[in-house]
């Protein structure tokens, strides 16, 4: 059974929302509940209820069972929940709120003339299968499988089939320049 224990809950609340980064203020506004009674969930001096629990679990993206410790059902599955787009099959990989988020595409090809565009962020785009045709401010390039593109979103972009045949990627978008973290090479041993 759950722990409704409401100091053991509110520690739950309190990570969830610190693993999150957001302040009790963001809560606030995304939720609807005042900064002082979350402050009070988290602290355990207030019992959570099943209204207060569902706009919390919606604002940070999680179940309820996540925010009250409900046991594992044993069903390791992750159920993705494909968005479908007039020339894409975009499946979100997490549902973080802030920080870098990860998506499956599949690209169908439909003759679109590259319309390049820009916004806040920085993408990593690795190639599944498929030809990848990625342009980037002057460049006008074609990626294949395994090959990788990361880039400032704030330069003007577009990408999409690069024939008549469908294009599978991975995509890690992150906010406000962000970049990823890849290491090419492995670190060398300091010597003393």
Known sequence: MANLDPVAVGARLRAVRTRRRMTLAEVSAG????ASTLSRLESGSRRATLELLVALARTY????DELVDAPRTGDP?????PVEH???QVVPLTERVGGPRAFKMVLRPDGRT????THEGYDWIYVLDGRLRLVLGEHDVVLTVGEVAEFDTRTPHWFGCADDHPVELLSIMGPQGERMHVRARPRRAERP
């Open 31 to 34: 939720t609807g509940i005042s």
């Open 61 to 64: 993206r999680v179940t309820l």
């Open 77 to 81: 599955r992750v159920h993705l929940k």
């Open 86 to 88: 007039p020339y894409a």
């Open 114 to 117: 590259p319309d390049p565009r």
